[in-house]
């Protein structure tokens, strides 16, 4: 992939370059249309001046009159030509296109019989020696008994040549230069601006797992990079989070898998050291505790399936309302021996497209939670009649704070009171959250104002 710097260059350095050329060649077509107006003026002063030398000064007879002859044109041409600047040339021709009048600084060369195209217009030339020329063509009128005389004047254009190749030196001495000068800065400027983005970088590759607190500094930073120094202090956070919510999960694992496992091994060391007073008490104790080992192992065993589940996962239509009934029947035994009252508002009609056996999961254990923590012989309310919510339940929770329900759904959740002397492992809501999040229903947890906590299951 190319670098912004790299593709920066390479698009705006040429760009310059053109832009260069094309204000050179502007400035160029317009020095030199000036210069050749210059020499075109000249060029009608002298055709006016022929002009003036060859008017008649009596006015012609009827018949006949003092009318100017080639020969008289002819002199009086080289007498004007005399008295002008020998950069001047010209030559006149008769009717016939015989040459009547010609500068002696044309020597034997010969103009070219002005054309139709070429009258009372000026263009460019070359003379034999190979110098350049500006010519204008006109025709004098000598009256109807002479007839028109077409005539060409033309001027040197060494010194506008010269004035012409002096500004090119120029343009491209000053163009290199400031197309130099103007890569130079470019490359400057684009560092600087690009040193945000650089220090973005180095600060990124320096966080690791213990510097995630840190969080990246958004002064002197430009406002089109400041989004995203925003969204990297917010994944900085999250990522944060995460990592101690994972040490959290850590601490709380290893404890407990250390009570049961210290539990099972001071038994047995009790039963090993005085085996005659040992009791099938001990005996079930020790059962007690793998079960609740092996529980906890399971748990997780289920929760990584289901994160790692991904593409596996298949739908079809399943009925809620009989995976509800199956999962409150699991529940019976424990239902009523805490004379818990439940109260269904089911739709039997209600058919969603989804997994049933991790839909049987979340209301599996969505219920088992509310039978066991809900205070005894109070009531739990089980909803599933619209599309909207698939399953809602709600229990009374004196215990819980709003505060708690942001950790709910962690690995290992258990209200501080009730951590110790329970046979679960805080696994359930986690299991739940995650397979819903597997098959794209969305489960979320609220407290009203009389310490009703609401789980819901909706689509997303």
């Given amino acids: 992939m190319k670098s912004i710097r790299s593709q920066l260059l390479f698009w705006l350095v040429p760009s310059f370059i053109v832009i260069a050329i094309l204000a050179a060649a502007t400035l160029y077509f317009s020095e030199k249309r000036r210069l050749n107006s210059g020499l075109d003026n000249e060029l009608n002063k002298l055709a006016r001046t022929v002009q003036l030398a060859n008017r008649i000064p009596i006015p012609p007879r009827r018949f006949g ?67 350049d020329i500006r010519m204008h063509s006109f025709t004098l009128r000598l009256g109807p008994r002479v007839g028109d005389i077409p005539v060409s004047v033309a001027i040197l254009k060494t010194e506008t040549n010269k004035q012409l190749a002096t500004l090119t030196y120029k343009l491209i001495i000053g163009g290199t230069f400031f197309c130099c000068l103007l890569s130079f800065i470019l490359v400057f400027t684009i560092r600087r601006t690009l040193a945000p983005i650089q220090y973005l970088s180095k600060k990124v590759a320096e966080v690791e797992a213990g510097s995630l ?26 990522l944060e989070k995460s990592f101690e919510r994972e040490r959290q999960f850590n601490n709380d694992l290893a404890h407990e898998l250390r009570t049961p496992l210290a539990a099972i091994r001071t038994t047995s060391e009790v039963a090993m050291k005085w085996p005659e007073q040992s009791s099938v008490d001990d005996y079930r104790y020790i059962a007690e505790s793998s079960a609740q080992l092996q529980n906890t192992i399971d748990s997780l065993l289920s929760l990584a399936r289901i994160e790692n589940s991904g593409s596996e996962i298949l739908l079809e239509k399943v009925n809620v309302s009989i995976v509800i009934e199956e999962c409150i029947a699991l529940q019976s ?62 229990n009374l929770a004196p215990n819980i704070g709003k505060n708690d329900l942001s950790t709910m759904f962690d690995r290992l959740w258990r209200k501080d009171s009730s951590r110790t002397g329970t046979n679960h492992v805080g696994l359930g809501l986690s299991i739940a959250h995650s397979a819903a999040t597997a098959i794209s229903l969305k489960l979320t947890v609220e407290l009203d104002d009389k310490q009703m906590l609401i789980m819901n299951l909706a689509e997303e």
């Fill in 333 to 394: 035994t424990l239902v009523k021996k805490r004379g818990i009252t439940l109260a269904l508002s089911l739709n039997e009609q209600h058919v969603i497209e989804s997994n049933p056996h991790l839909l049987r999961i979340i209301i599996s254990n969505l219920i088992s939670n509310a039978v066991e923590y809900a205070p005894k012989n109070s009531e739990v309310i089980i909803h599933s009649n619209n599309s909207h919510s698939i399953f809602t339940i709600a």
């Fill in 65 to 131: 009159g003092n009318m100017r002859s080639p020969k008289e044109i002819a002199k009086n041409t080289k007498r004007l030509l005399n008295d002008e600047n020998n950069t001047f040339y010209l030559q006149a021709w008769d009717e016939d296109g015989a040459t009547v009048s010609k500068s002696e600084n044309l020597a034997e060369y010969q103009f070219s019989y002005p054309s139709e195209q070429h009258q009372q217009r000026h263009y460019n030339s070359r003379l034999a020696s190979g110098e």
């Fill in 213 to 238: 607190h840190n969080r990246l500094n958004v002064e002197g930073v430009p406002t089109e990079i400041t989004p995203l120094i925003s969204r990297l202090n917010q994944l900085l956070a999250r």
